[in-house]
């Protein structure tokens, strides 16, 4: 059997983009409608659910927890509910993939459950940290082992869970949702106190599911034993996904892009705001509210970017961002500079050395430290990369961000390993050469 797979880019230099595009749905969003419709009383229906690879891994684990989940278009899922008490042990370890998301949420819906519960992923998954969810897990009353901190991660079901205060260590947005899913099924008050503001879909969506939780300053608080009622969840387009076309409006020498219906929840765009400090040109209008999360229209025009120190209140806010960050930080002029975002070292790769790694070999001046980087910016007028081969290790962040690098590229970037952008963005290429990148797609033949 022959096995095909899009494994492979080469972009060529382009100089103009143009064009008004919609991202696809939200990740982090699509994630939460599914488990939190899976436990609800009733059917909930999802409008703009992102159908890739992350996303998909949560739908079959759920399919597999005794969930019927109807997919009617791609974008389109109908979840029926089995209620808070509902859900049936797998008779197989469950496969998150490459989703850290899944996998840590996952940890604590299964942590209360009256069953066992396996959780396995791919090889960059299997070497992530999971103790950061077991520990607070723990604390609680569930069992939970974990093979040196990593997965495999092995859940002995504790239906007898009690609430905690818990302050976490780092700003985590997973960790955070682990605990309140645990807590929904436990007993008395939880609540988790935040090191800085992270993402808050969960909070937002479990309010749309009727449930009563709480933010009092840095103190999410929730009661367990709340049911969740089904309800319809618009899922906003993916500002991450967004972000390579806000770089790429701003670094390219002509042009414009408009992008339709992006969800501008304030605990995601912390790169809209690094790149206004920046000096890009980037307007917002049509401010809407689609269920639980605002959108907007956002336009992006190039401009002459002007390096900065990428203020610490804004690195939580920006995580996913970081390696197009630095793609618009090369262009810019003057010196940039990102302190504080070590937890770029344990996501889908190590962020900070795939991305110094790819800037040396595209001869971008930086220096990498242990939480961070400081680039240079541009040393003149012409290109700022280099002709050169980047392998982004599996990280589809990792290849986006060097294919918006080829608008100030002096020859070809060759991408390799970039299967994985459908785990969160299937279809950026071809969007992207709509909006002018000339990005060639090849496939290496594998025999099986
Ligand atoms: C996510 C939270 C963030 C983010 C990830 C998605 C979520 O991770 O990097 O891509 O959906 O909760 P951390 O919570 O580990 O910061």
């Given at each position: ?6 494994d ?7 100089q ?36 890739s ?13 005794g ?26 370890p ?8 899944a996998?840590r949420?996952?940890m604590?819906?299964l ?8 959780l396995v992923?791919?090889?960059s ?65 939880t ?7 992270t ?10 599911f ?11 608080s ?5 049911r ?32 339709q ?14 790149l ?11 401010l ?29 806010l ?85 294919a ?18 459908a ?13 002018g ?12």
């Amino acid at each position: 059997m022959t096995a095909r797979s899009a494994d492979r880019w080469i972009v060529s230099p382009g100089q103009t983009v143009r064009g008004c595009v919609r991202v696809p749905g939200d990740k982090s969003v699509s994630h939460r409608a599914l488990m939190f419709g899976g436990i609800a009383d009733g059917v909930t229906t999802v409008e703009g659910f992102l159908e890739s690879e992350d996303c998909l891994a949560t739908l079959k684990a759920l399919r597999a927890l005794g969930v019927t989940i109807e997919q009617p278009a791609t974008s389109r899922v109908r979840i029926h509910g089995v209620g808070i008490d509902g859900l049936k042990g797998a008779a197989q370890p469950l496969d998150m993939g490459n989703a850290g998301t899944a996998m840590r949420l996952f940890m604590g819906l299964l942590a209360s459950q009256n069953f066992d519960s396996i959780l396995v992923g791919d090889q960059s998954l299997m070497r992530r940290p999971m103790e950061r969810a077991a520990a607070p897990l723990r604390l609680m009353g569930a069992r939970i082992d974990t093979r040196d901190g990593k997965p495999p991660v092995v859940i002995r079901g504790t239906p007898n869970l009690h609430g905690i205060q818990f302050a976490m260590p780092m700003a985590s947005a997973q960790v955070k949702s682990a605990v309140i899913l645990a807590a929904l099924r436990g007993s008395g008050v939880t609540q988790v106190v935040e090191p800085a503001p992270t993402r808050d879909h969960t909070e937002r969506m479990l309010e749309c599911f009727g449930v009563d939780i709480q933010r009092e300053g840095s103190t999410i608080s929730m009661r367990g034993g709340q049911r969740l009622r089904a309800t319809h969840v618009d899922v906003p387009g993916d500002f991450s996904s967004a972000a390579f076309f806000l770089v790429a409006g701003s670094i390219a020498e002509g042009g414009a892009i408009e992008l339709q219906g992006v969800g501008m929840n304030p605990t995601r765009t912390g790169l809209l705001d690094i790149l206004r400090l920046m000096g890009a040109d980037i307007t917002v209008s049509n401010l809407a509210t689609r269920g639980p999360e605002p959108t907007a229209d956002v336009r992006v025009r190039p401009s002459k970017l002007r390096g900065i120190e990428v203020p610490l209140e804004l690195v939580p806010l920006a995580i996913d961002e970081f390696p197009v960050f630095f793609i618009a930080a090369a262009c810019a002029e003057g010196a940039s500079v990102l302190r504080g975002a070590e937890e770029l070292r344990v996501k889908e790769s190590d962020r900070l050395a795939t991305m110094s790694a790819g800037l040396s070999a595209l001869g971008v001046p930086h220096r990498l430290m242990p939480d961070g980087m400081h680039l240079e910016g541009r040393s003149g007028p012409g290109p700022v990369f280099k002709a050169g081969r980047i392998d982004s290790h599996g990280d589809h962040r990792i290849a986006m961000s060097f294919a918006v690098a080829s608008l100030q590229a002096a020859g070809d970037i060759e991408i390799i390993d970039t299967t994985n952008v459908a785990t969160s963005f299937p279809g950026f290429a071809a969007l992207a050469r709509e909006c002018g990148l000339a990005i060639s797609e090849f496939q290496t033949e594998t025999g099986i």
